[in-house]
């Protein structure tokens, strides 16, 4: 998935979660949960997720400033891939969140 992303550290949770709550956002269902392994190389972060209810993913990402760098990144990402076997036509853009609900749905049916 390509978007802008803005992140910042929490102290504590409960309290995080309280703030959001107190200005509209509510919990998504169905919630999503996973195991992460973070690895780290030359500005690149690859993590290794098992998400409840669908398996095991890669996501690798490489954060830039420039849609300039956005292009080498993902030619970077790119040779990543190809190395362990796989194309960019290979991955997957959705969030998991999303694919639990489509998962779910699919099994109402």
């Given at each position: 998935m ?5 992140e ?5 949770g409960?309290?995080?979660r309280n703030?959001?709550q107190?200005i509209g ?17 030359d500005?690149m972060t690859a ?9 095991d ?6 954060l830039?400033d420039?849609e ?11 040779v ?8 960019l036509?290979?991955t997957v853009?959705?969030s998991y969140l999303?694919m639990?609900q489509k ?5 109402k049916?």
């Amino acid at each position: 998935m390509t978007r802008k992303e803005l992140e910042t550290g929490v102290e504590d949770g409960k309290i995080c979660r309280n703030i959001l709550q107190a200005i509209g956002y509510f919990p998504a269902a169905p919630e999503v949960v996973k195991e992460r392994q973070m690895l780290q190389k030359d500005g690149m972060t690859a993590c290794l997720d098992h998400v409840y209810g669908l398996g095991d993913f890669l996501e690798i990402e490489i954060l830039v400033d420039s849609e300039t760098k956005r292009e080498e990144s993902l030619c970077q990402i790119e040779v990543i891939l190809n190395r362990i076997g796989y194309q960019l036509s290979d991955t997957v853009r959705t969030s998991y969140l999303t694919m639990i609900q489509k998962r779910r749905e699919r099994l109402k049916k």
